[in-house]
């Protein structure tokens, strides 16, 4: 019988080694908040990167949008800062300014307007026809698989999902995946009034739900108010919170400040909802909080007066025979 | 004539024995097999994610098969060598040269046409609908790019030392004029004398390569380019052909054999 070489001897105690320090080091690595273990495998790959990566994919979905349309880091991209399909759902406020129609300007000269023949070259939306005119709305569908992958590389982002849950239920009708679109939302970001205000109107426009939408939509409210610390929410009722808040001066703090549009249009549906449901004072209390943050008070200012008209001739027969 | 296309032949024997196309085929098939199982929202008619990363992977091989086949032909003639028997033949360099690139531009197509059926039944299963005349011009505008570029590549052969390096280079100089091509004369506004006269004699003597990357049109369904601008664009290639064969023979007409 022969003595194990001193090689093989090391060999183990190294593996041994390793074993060990790996049991060891195992868990707090897992621990750790830097650790990529956790997440899926984009997560592994990319890390916090993927971020970036996200705001590609989604300029990317609003080129498709423009069925390839669209202006590259060389050309005026004034008119699209804000993403089309974003914009055109109506939850986001557009920042575009210049020329849509023509980002590339005049041909510069012979060899750059021979080029222009060979890219898309016009201006158009997948929902109005896209490139050969004849597509259907249902052809924004091509949007999604980049929606998807916006939403999977960053999950923080709201517009990503109300976007993409816009899209699916307004163009194609695909009510169920924009409710799990918004709930995979919710579970990522749980304190953002835009993805309740989305989901409110799923309930109110497509299940014709009042109860669930009313809900939803005050709690969109409780949550846009509360980004302002100073407001204590406690447990009262949102119509007293709200009440109070149309009391005080106006002092937005910057996280209202950037998306006010979110609370007036929280508010209106509100309104729009109680008028439906012949509560008029509620219809009218949510108009006046609509308004303190509305871009045209005068419109909502309008919308008021007739409701006020309407509950006096309703109140008139009653009080009619009281004279 | 007849020289040529012996020389031809051959080089398009060889493509079919080498594994590159295959190799390319089998993963552009698997990966766009792949991309297509994917379940986005329970929608079966989405195709032009597909369609884009299917084009993108087809790009990426032609220029592969294209470069690496041309880059090393004369090279690898002459670390053979063989290539001095072949010239004691009644077979002129500047027949060789053409020869070569005939060759190499013929089995560029017919991998082309082995790509393109496949992407046009991807496309076919789930949109349905057939552009015949979009998907026509976009192999016929696709195969003239790589003449262009094979043309090149075998100038490259004789200039360069290595075909290692001829092809990095080849690879470096067309990806920049497909990404910054057409935006050159937009940079040169921005730097002063004398380097924006330079970029603006680069942006038009360099063969523009973006003209035949259709690749967004047939993606989102763009009715096909109007026939006589795809002519002029053919012409044009043909001409930055001519120009870069004419520089091989000239360079190859001087170069030792051994």
């Given at each position: 019988m022969t003595a194990p070489r001193p090689q093989i001897l090391l060999l183990v105690a190294l593996l041994v080694a390793c074993f060990g320090l790996a049991a060891r080091l195992g868990p707090q690595f897992q621990a750790?908040?830097?650790?990529?273990?956790?997440?899926d495998i984009l997560n592994v790959v990319l890390g916090e990167s993927r971020r970036l990566f996200a705001k590609s994919a989604f300029a990317e979905a609003d080129k498709y949008y423009h069925a390839g349309y669209y202006p590259t880091?060389?050309?005026?991209n004034t008119a699209f800062q804000t993403a089309h399909m974003a914009a055109d759902t109506g939850a986001v406020k557009s920042q575009n300014q210049g020329d849509e129609q023509g980002f590339?300007?005049?041909?510069?000269n012979w060899l750059d307007a021979f080029g222009r023949?060979?890219?898309?070259?016009r201006h158009t939306h997948l929902d109005e026809?896209?490139?050969?005119?004849?597509?259907?709305?249902?052809?924004?569908?091509?949007i999604l698989p980049w929606m998807k992958l916006s939403a999977d590389l960053?999950?923080?982002?709201?517009e990503t999902y109300t976007v993409t849950a816009y899209w699916l239920r307004q163009?194609?009708?695909n009510v169920p995946e924009a409710e799990a679109v918004l709930h995979e939302g919710l579970r990522n970001c749980p304190e953002s009034p835009e993805l309740f205000f989305e989901l409110g109107r799923l309930y109110f426009e497509y299940y014709h739900d009042r109860d669930r939408s009313r809900n939803v939509w005050e709690h969109g409210v409780r949550l846009w108010l509360k980004?302002?610390?100073?407001?204590r929410l406690g447990h009262q009722p949102i119509r007293d919170l709200v009440g109070d808040w149309v009391n005080r001066p106006t002092n937005l703090v910057p996280a209202q400040q950037a998306n006010p549009l979110c609370m007036e249009q929280l508010c209106t549906h509100l309104s729009k909802l109680e008028e439906q449901a012949d509560h008029l004072p509620q219809a009218i209390e949510w108009l006046a909080a609509a308004k303190k943050v509305a871009v045209q008070p005068g419109s909502i200012q309008q919308w008021m007066d007739t409701l006020n008209y309407k509950l006096g001739q309703e109140l008139n027969p009653v009080l009619k025979p009281l004279f | 004539m007849k020289n040529i296309f012996a020389v031809a032949g051959v080089v398009i024997k060889e493509l079919y024995r080498r594994k590159d196309f295959y190799v390319l085929f089998i993963i552009t098939v698997v990966i766009c097999g792949v991309m297509a199982s994917i379940n986005i929202?329970?929608?079966?008619?989405?195709v032009r994610y597909l369609k884009a990363i299917s084009l993108l992977l087809i790009w990426i091989s032609s220029l592969v098969i294209a470069i690496t086949t041309t880059a090393r032909q004369i090279p690898a003639e002459r670390e053979n060598r063989t290539l001095l028997p072949l010239l004691a033949k009644p077979l002129t360099r500047v027949e060789l040269v053409l020869g070569k690139f005939l060759g190499c531009w013929l089995a560029c197509g017919l991998t082309l046409v082995c790509f393109y059926v496949f992407f046009g039944l991807l496309a076919v299963s789930r949109e349905?609908?057939?552009?015949a005349g979009g998907y026509f011009e976009a192999i016929l505008l696709h195969w003239f790019l790589l003449g262009i570029i094979t043309a090149m590549a075998l100038l490259g052969s004789l200039v360069f030392a290595a075909p290692s390096s001829n092809s990095t280079i080849c690879f470096v100089v067309v990806i920049g004029i497909m990404f910054a091509g057409r935006h050159l004369d937009q940079v040169a506004v921005t730097l002063s004398e004398p380097v924006r006269i330079l970029v603006n004699a680069l942006y038009y003597c360099?063969?523009?390569?973006?003209?035949?990357?259709?690749r967004d049109l047939v993606i989102h369904n763009?009715?096909?380019?109007?026939f006589q601008y795809v002519g002029l664009a053919l012409l044009y290639a043909v001409f930055y052909m001519a120009v870069f064969l004419i520089g091989a023979c000239l360079v190859f007409r001087r170069k030792p054999v051994n």
């Open positions: 750790w908040p830097g650790s990529r273990n956790t997440g880091m060389f050309d005026d590339l300007g005049q041909p510069r023949n060979f890219m898309p070259n026809g896209g490139a050969d005119d004849l597509g259907d709305s249902e052809d924004v569908r091509e960053d999950p923080d982002n709201v163009r194609m009708h980004l302002d610390p100073q407001v | 929202f329970n929608d079966a008619h989405i349905h609908h057939w552009s360099l063969p523009h390569l973006e003209f035949y990357d259709v763009w009715p096909p380019v109007a």
